[in-house]
């Protein structure tokens, strides 16, 4: 094959490859921490009543512990775990999200630190895909590329790169891709740094240094305001809007941000958790309102249409008017809550860590509409695709039956 | 047919026989040579290494037969930690698509040699578990004692597991060998407090070698944490060792040798100090340095800095920073110097640290004399 004919095959593969992930983008798949745009909310009207005997599509048992959430990808379900007495076996599984058999595993060996604090994991990021390629970041602060298959495309070993990249009480950063870049934001309190790097090839395209601050909160993607575009990055200093394309910054904003929930996107505003929390105007860049009861506690909060759900560490879901955080309602959950809330439908779903699933009505009024348990754990986000739930304890991966 | 014409179709046979085995042997070579070369490549990856060559040769190296497998185990002996994944990522693929072909018997002889790579015997190990288990099961009870701390573990655990229909006094014996041979702390510590329920009380600390003595400091201010860069006149003459006469003796009653700058010199937030130990090492050479602490932590050893770490309150696991130093035979100083900051939070109290010396595997290695030994 003539050097030309290589360059037209690389071209025409790479093509395909992108015309493949924005039709994967189209369907209805999860491919990210709170799913699409890292919004947390699907129009899917999800099942509303199930237990271990009832409504249940499968379960999977997995090979090891993890906080991370499972991702749809296709007709893939795909999780991450960690094993071993040293926590330094990485699993990537993907299951047919059919039958919930498993299609393949790959295993690494983590190449960073793997020390944790008992309620996270070295598997605490959720993966996130473009359509066409997984990519996985665990708390050893390494990074695989896999495609479909689980054929490894490349991997960055950030922590040997950055030889003090890491915290000893877990890294629970998601990576994501934006625009053909996946961002990577590792805040610890030794070589901090955000990364944007190609998701075809694994190269640097930019990196920029971080305060030396540990948080746990993940990049968010937003529009710049010129329409490209860009990543939200937060820790407890406050938030900064970077450009995907080159790293640069375009706005910083100075804050108290909580360092383990992620800030919201909606309607205009980023909600911040900040003592509560302050609605901030996209287009300024200036505090539109705060509300104190919205307290997150290590969720994220969700906001949807015109609403906004936090859960609170008393374990206490809070609703507001999103236009100007007006109180809807306060619920007291059962239990204590590590798991994001996300928006199906018209109810907020609730995963509670001791295996209580609450769906909240997202109305006026808000209300517990149903209460549903299942054995085991559960510290990860739900994810939902074509209007089954799938729910990640340590050792198991549930598939809640479309309704 | 004469005896002439008898020798020349012998001879052509023989000649016929032996070009056959040699274009084998060849077609051999050729097969596991090739693959050998592509696992190499993959083991040597650096950040340099363009990715999509090593995402080709790992795709090669999926598809390759069987024999070619163990020579291609070899290959993690030279591994970088990235390439160890690269390797993996091939031969986990070769080994699912090859199955049943990959022999049972020629896995268990690879895992069962411990002059191989220890990462290529856990990969063998964790494919034979899955296609001959037993087998897998019965391999490890030759590896009680093996340089790969995976398989060392398992093996330690088929231990403990024949214990559960001993009487007491052989299960007693049984989990005496296996603390003799846990390196994972995890383990060592469920032994002993085995032990301990059965009437054999083991001082924890001692077990897993945590040094317990040493002469600590007054404080030194740390505010704003600037002491952590701070040459104070402990370390400021270095090598040459500090006089500690006016330091404090502390010796840690904690269960695991943690020593409690708290409670041996003042609760105080932004403040550091330093403390020193003497230990035995019955030879010269390496040996690793194991600190743990939520605090910042210096370690320097016979005046010559092995580590520093400016983390604070993160974690305080055992062994949470390991580093290789140089010691003598006989006796060697060991300094440390952990850092406390301003953190109001409660679980922010805490200034402490916990350090041993080990082989490469977590042996304990130094020894300090008695109190009432002491010079």
Same mark, same amino acid.
């Given at each position: 094959?003539?050097?030309?004919?290589?360059?037209?095959?690389?071209?025409?593969?790479?093509?395909?490859?992108?015309?493949?992930?924005?039709?994967?983008?189209?369907?209805?798949? /999860?491919?990210?921490?709170?799913?699409?745009?890292?919004?947390?909310?699907?129009?899917?009207?999800?099942?509303?009543?199930? !237990?271990?005997?009832?409504?249940?599509?499968?379960?999977?048992?997995?090979?090891?512990?993890?906080?991370? !959430?499972?991702?749809?990808?296709?007709?893939?379900?795909?999780?991450?775990?960690?094993?071993?007495?040293?926590?330094?076996?990485?699993?990537?599984?993907?299951?047919?999200?059919?039958?919930?058999?498993?299609?393949?595993?790959?295993?690494?060996?983590?190449?960073?630190?793997?020390?944790?604090?008992?309620?996270?994991?070295?598997?605490?990021?959720?993966?996130?895909?473009?359509?066409?390629?997984?990519?996985?970041?665990?708390?050893?602060?390494?990074?695989?590329?896999?495609?479909?298959?689980?054929?490894?495309?490349?991997?960055?070993?950030?922590?040997?790169?950055?030889?003090?990249?890491?915290?000893?009480?877990?890294?629970?950063?998601?990576?994501?891709?934006?625009?053909?870049?996946?961002?990577?934001?590792?805040?610890?309190?030794?070589?901090?740094?955000?990364?944007?790097?190609?998701?075809?090839?694994?190269?640097?395209?930019?990196?920029?240094?971080?305060?030396?601050?540990?948080? /746990? !909160?993940?990049?968010?993607?937003?529009? $710049?305001?010129?329409?490209?575009?860009?990543?939200?990055?937060?820790?407890?200093?406050?938030?900064?809007?970077?450009?995907?394309?080159?790293?640069?910054?375009? /706005?910083? /904003?100075?804050?108290?941000?909580?360092?383990?929930?992620?800030?919201?996107?909606?309607?205009?505003?980023?909600?911040?958790?900040?003592?509560?929390?302050?609605?901030?105007?996209?287009?300024?860049?200036?505090?539109?309102?705060?509300?104190?009861?919205? !307290?997150?506690?290590?969720?994220?909060?969700?906001?949807?249409?015109?609403?906004?759900?936090?859960?609170?560490?008393?374990?206490? $879901?809070?609703?507001?008017?999103?236009?100007?955080?007006?109180?809807?309602?306060?619920?007291?959950?059962?239990?204590?809550?590590?798991?994001?809330?996300?928006?199906?439908?018209?109810?907020?779903?609730?995963?509670?860590?001791?295996?209580?699933?609450?769906?909240?009505?997202?109305?006026?009024?808000?209300?517990?509409?149903?209460?549903?348990?299942?054995?085991?754990?559960?510290?990860?986000?739900?994810?939902?695709?074509?209007?089954?739930?799938?729910?990640?304890?340590?050792?198991? $991966?549930?598939?809640?039956?479309?309704? | 047919?004469?005896?002439?014409?008898?020798?020349?179709?012998?001879?052509?046979?023989?000649?016929?026989?032996?070009?056959?085995?040699?274009?084998?042997?060849?077609?051999?070579?050729?097969?596991?040579?090739?693959?050998?070369?592509?696992?190499?490549?993959?083991?040597?990856?650096?950040?340099?290494?363009?990715?999509?060559?090593?995402?080709?040769?790992?795709?090669?190296?999926?598809?390759?037969?069987?024999?070619?497998?163990?020579?291609?185990?070899?290959?993690?002996?030279?591994?970088?930690?990235?390439?160890?994944?690269?390797?993996?990522?091939?031969?986990?693929?070769?080994?699912?698509?090859?199955?049943?072909?990959?022999?049972?018997?020629?896995?268990?002889?690879?895992?069962?040699?411990?002059?191989?790579?220890?990462?290529?015997?856990?990969?063998?190990?964790?494919?034979?578990?899955?296609?001959?288990?037993?087998?897998?099961?019965?391999?490890?009870?030759?590896?009680?004692?093996?340089?790969?701390?995976?398989?060392?573990?398992?093996?330690?655990?088929?231990?403990?597991?024949?214990?559960?229909?001993?009487?007491?006094?052989?299960?007693?014996?049984?989990?005496?060998?296996?603390?003799?041979?846990?390196?994972?702390?995890?383990?060592?510590?469920?032994?002993?407090?085995?032990?301990?329920?059965?009437?054999?009380?083991?001082?924890?600390?001692?077990?897993?070698?945590?040094?317990?003595?040493?002469?600590?400091?007054?404080?030194?201010?740390?505010?704003?944490?600037?002491?952590?860069?701070?040459?104070?006149?402990?370390?400021?003459?270095?090598?040459?060792?500090?006089?500690?006469?006016?330091?404090?003796?502390?010796?840690?009653?904690?269960?695991?040798?943690?020593?409690?700058?708290?409670?041996?010199?003042?609760?105080?937030?932004?403040?550091?100090?330093?403390?020193?130990?003497?230990?035995?090492?019955?030879?010269?050479?390496?040996?690793?340095?194991?600190?743990?602490?939520?605090?910042?932590?210096?370690?320097?050893?016979?005046?010559?800095?092995?580590?520093?770490?400016?983390?604070?309150?993160?974690?305080?696991?055992?062994?949470?920073?390991?580093?290789?130093?140089?010691?003598?035979?006989?006796?060697?100083?060991?300094?440390?110097?952990?850092?406390?900051?301003?953190?109001?939070?409660?679980?922010?109290?805490?200034?402490?640290?916990?350090?041993?010396?080990?082989?490469?595997?977590?042996?304990?290695?130094?020894?300090?004399?008695?109190?009432?030994?002491?010079?």
């Amino acid at each position: 094959m003539s050097r030309r004919q290589q360059t037209w095959s690389t071209t025409g593969i790479m093509t395909l490859m992108a015309v493949a992930g924005a039709a994967a983008a189209a369907r209805a798949d /999860w491919l990210e921490f709170l799913g699409p745009r890292g919004s947390g909310v699907v129009p899917d009207a999800i099942r509303r009543t199930w !237990s271990p005997t009832e409504g249940i599509a499968w379960k999977a048992e997995l090979p090891g512990k993890g906080a991370s !959430s499972p991702i749809v990808v296709g007709d893939l379900v795909v999780v991450t775990a960690s094993s071993g007495p040293r926590q330094d076996r990485l699993h990537i599984i993907a299951h047919d999200a059919a039958t919930g058999e498993r299609r393949w595993e790959r295993i690494f060996w983590a190449t960073g630190r793997t020390f944790c604090h008992p309620t996270s994991a070295v598997a605490a990021g959720t993966p996130a895909s473009d359509g066409t390629r997984i990519v996985a970041l665990f708390s050893s602060c390494d990074l695989f590329a896999l495609d479909l298959d689980g054929r490894l495309l490349w991997q960055r070993n950030l922590a040997i790169e950055h030889p003090r990249a890491g915290n000893d009480v877990g890294m629970g950063t998601s990576p994501r891709i934006i625009d053909g870049t996946v961002v990577v934001q590792i805040d610890c309190q030794g070589d901090a740094f955000a990364t944007g790097i190609d998701v075809a090839t694994g190269a640097d395209r930019w990196i920029v240094p971080r305060d030396k601050i540990a948080s /746990w !909160s993940s990049p968010l993607p937003q529009p $710049l305001p010129d329409g490209g575009a860009g990543v939200l990055l937060q820790n407890p200093n406050g938030l900064e809007l970077r450009s995907v394309a080159d790293g640069r910054l375009v /706005w910083s /904003w100075k804050g108290d941000c909580s360092g383990i929930p992620t800030t919201a996107a909606g309607d205009g505003r980023l909600y911040a958790p900040v003592d509560g929390i302050v609605a901030v105007k996209q287009s300024s860049v200036d505090p539109a309102w705060k509300q104190p009861k919205l !307290s997150c506690g290590m969720a994220s909060p969700v906001a949807f249409g015109d609403g906004l759900a936090c859960i609170n560490r008393a374990g206490v $879901l809070v609703m507001a008017d999103a236009a100007d955080g007006g109180l809807r309602g306060q619920i007291r959950l059962a239990g204590s809550f590590w798991a994001s809330p996300i928006v199906a439908g018209d109810v907020v779903v609730a995963t509670g860590k001791e295996g209580k699933t609450f769906l909240v009505s997202t109305g006026a009024d808000p209300a517990i509409v149903a209460e549903n348990e299942l054995p085991g754990t559960f510290t990860a986000t739900p994810a939902v695709a074509g209007g089954s739930l799938y729910l990640r304890s340590e050792s198991e $991966l549930w598939k809640i039956a479309a309704p | 047919m004469n005896r002439i014409a008898s020798c020349c179709i012998a001879s052509f046979l023989l000649a016929s026989l032996l070009a056959i085995g040699g274009t084998s042997r060849a077609a051999l070579a050729a097969e596991v040579g090739e693959p050998r070369a592509q696992a190499e490549f993959l083991a040597l990856a650096t950040a340099a290494t363009p990715q999509a060559d090593l995402a080709a040769a790992a795709d090669r190296l999926a598809a390759i037969p069987a024999a070619a497998v163990i020579p291609a185990l070899d290959a993690f002996a030279a591994a970088t930690p990235g390439g160890a994944n690269w390797l993996r990522s091939g031969l986990d693929r070769a080994a699912s698509r090859l199955g049943g072909e990959l022999a049972p018997a020629a896995l268990a002889a690879f895992v069962a040699d411990p002059t191989r790579p220890p990462r290529g015997r856990v990969l063998a190990f964790s494919w034979l578990q899955e296609r001959a288990p037993d087998a897998a099961a019965t391999l490890l009870d030759g590896l009680l004692d093996d340089p790969a701390l995976d398989l060392r573990r398992e093996a330690v655990e088929r231990l403990l597991e024949s214990a559960a229909s001993q009487p007491d006094a052989a299960a007693r014996d049984i989990h005496r060998q296996a603390l003799a041979a846990a390196r994972d702390v995890d383990q060592v510590e469920r032994i002993v407090g085995w032990l301990a329920e059965h009437g054999d009380k083991l001082d924890v600390a001692d077990v897993l070698g945590f040094v317990r003595q040493w002469r600590v400091s007054d404080a030194f201010d740390n505010a704003g944490g600037a002491g952590f860069a701070m040459s104070y006149p402990p370390e400021s003459a270095l090598p040459s060792l500090p006089d500690t006469t006016a330091w404090t003796p502390v010796a840690s009653t904690d269960r695991q040798g943690a020593i409690d700058l708290n409670a041996a010199i003042v609760k105080k937030k932004g403040v550091l100090a330093y403390a020193l130990a003497e230990v035995e090492m019955p030879v010269a050479g390496p040996a690793e340095v194991r600190i743990g602490s939520p605090c910042a932590v210096s370690v320097w050893v016979n005046g010559l800095p092995v580590m520093s770490h400016e983390i604070y309150h993160a974690s305080d696991t055992i062994d949470q920073y390991v580093a290789a130093a140089e010691f003598r035979s006989g006796v060697n100083s060991v300094l440390v110097k952990c850092c406390q900051n301003e953190q109001t939070q409660p679980w922010a109290e805490d200034w402490k640290f916990q350090l041993r010396i080990t082989d490469a595997l977590g042996k304990p290695l130094a020894t300090q004399p008695r109190p009432e030994q002491k010079r």
